[in-house]
Each structure stands twice: as C-alpha cells, then as structure tokens.
C-alpha cells in the first residue's frame, strides 16, 4: 500500500517562505513523477511543479523562480520550497505521485492535503 503524508504548510505573511514536505512509503516500481499540487476555494485543483524520477522539473508559470520541488531519495522525501508568498498562493496543497508504464500512468496516489498560505 503506497502512502504520502505531507506536512509544513502554515500561515505566512505575503513576501515569507514555507517548505511542504511528503514523505512516501510502500513498494514503488517503475517510472514515477511526484508533483504538487493545488487547490482553491472555488477553483479546480491545478499542478504546481512535478520532478520526474531523472530530477527534471516543471513549474506552473505563476510560480516559476518563487517555488523550487526537489526530492531526497534517500528518505522518499518529495519537497516543495515555496518563496515569495503571495495571497493568491492561498490554497489546500496535495502531492502526488504517479507511477508510469512508457507513457501511460498506471498508478496515480494522493496525498491528504495541507493548508498554505500567504497572507497580504
């Protein structure tokens, strides 16, 4: 059984930094892309940034140069270092994990959520 259990979200005022952290365990095999992401009151959940298992990222472009994902292999740790809090940021963060077979995804594992904020 795959687990994610994020931590590290908080309130922060506008301009500070949180880093969310997602701790995985369970058996993993394959092509994995973990990423975070995020969603609003009212809005649809929308990806923030991803890292693949070869460390290549992608950030959404209102974040891009603000946030940083990263991972600690070692510890199945994904992160998400967020800088430059905005109010807009204001959202239930989830990581995710999805386990590839060639190009399709074939596992696909959520994490509970944690709040983060930035406040104006």
């Known amino acids: 059984q795959v687990q994610l259990v994020e931590s590290g979200g908080g309130l922060v005022q506008a301009g500070g930094s949180l880093r969310l952290s997602c701790v995985v365990s369970g058996n993993i095999f394959g092509m994995i892309v973990m990423g975070w992401y995020r969603q609003a009151p009212g809005e649809e959940r929308e990806l923030v940034a991803d890292?693949?298992?070869?460390?290549?990222?992608n950030y959404e472009d209102s974040v891009k140069g603000r946030f940083t994902i990263f991972r600690d292999n070692a510890k199945n740790t994904v992160f998400l270092q967020m800088n430059s809090l905005k109010p807009e940021d204001t959202a239930v963060y989830y990581c995710?994990?999805?386990?590839?077979?060639?190009?399709?995804?074939?596992?696909?594992?959520w994490g509970q959520g944690t709040q983060g904020a930035g406040s104006s």
């Open positions: 995710n994990l999805k386990i590839y077979d060639h190009s399709i995804v074939t596992h696909n594992y």
């Open positions: 890292i693949t298992s070869g460390g290549r990222t």
